[in-house]
């Protein structure tokens, strides 16, 4: 899957989630096998943190594999030959739980790369105990490095998170175009964070600035 070009830890409004991203960016410098397991609830911004850290990977000179597993078109087929990648970051491994062929290619996957010192990092909606795998062994190791709760954010962090993403692209969120997109757009960052991209995009565009007009409109066309 290609990286969104937007994600990085710079721009990860990490106020509650401080320690888990204090540990991924250690992470970088570590040459030895690794594995990590993020959990929260969906919108927490896992999959931009699992995203984030490919790039940093890249940035290092690296080899990074990304994929949500959630995609209709995975198969366990995926994560087999993985042999040149130096990180492993499989998202959404909870969608395929309790399937016995891709709880094996997992199992098959964390030895291979535990072996070869690499890292697998992967991104749930609840922890490894608690994710419905059936496969106890594969439980047990998913669960022996480090794993984290992604907490999300609040509504009153929403604002600060916003203005720190706009800010990275050079636009300016006036208060009334933020009241807008807190009264009207659905309260969780991965929905506001996904329109920002666009109304970036569009707004680079047409050379236009972010008023409440422009705003709605696009909202409009774009969530309905």
Not at 163 to 181: F, H, K, P, Q
Not at 207 to 213: A, C, E, N, S, W
Request: hydrophobic content about 40%.
């Amino acid at each position: 899957m290609r990286l969104k070009e937007s994600a990085s830890l710079e721009n990860f409004f990490c106020e509650g989630n401080r320690e888990a991203v204090g540990f991924l960016r250690s992470l970088i410098a570590s040459d030895g096998p690794c594995v990590v397991f993020l959990h929260g609830p969906d919108g927490a911004g896992k999959s931009h943190l699992l995203q984030a850290y490919c790039r940093l990977t890249l940035q290092s000179s690296k080899v990074p594999f990304y994929a949500s597993l959630a995609m209709q078109e995975s198969s366990p087929e995926m994560i087999s030959g993985l042999e040149g990648a130096d990180t492993v970051c499989l998202d959404d491994v909870d969608a395929v739980a309790s399937d016995s062929r891709w709880e094996k290619a997992l199992f098959n996957l964390f030895e291979t790369l535990m072996e070869s010192d690499r890292q697998l990092i992967l991104a749930g909606r609840y922890p490894p105990t608690h994710s419905g795998f059936a496969l106890q062994d594969l439980t047990t190791r998913l669960a022996s490095g480090g794993v984290w709760t992604i907490k999300p954010l609040d509504e009153g962090e929403l604002p600060q998170a916003l203005r720190l993403r706009a800010g990275e692209r050079g636009l300016e969120i006036s208060d009334s175009v933020m009241g807008y997109l807190l009264r009207r757009v659905r309260r969780d960052s991965a929905t506001l964070f996904n329109l920002l991209d666009q109304i970036d995009e569009q707004a680079f565009a047409h050379q236009r600035r972010l008023t409440v007009p422009f705003v709605r409109d696009l909202a409009t066309r774009l969530l309905d």
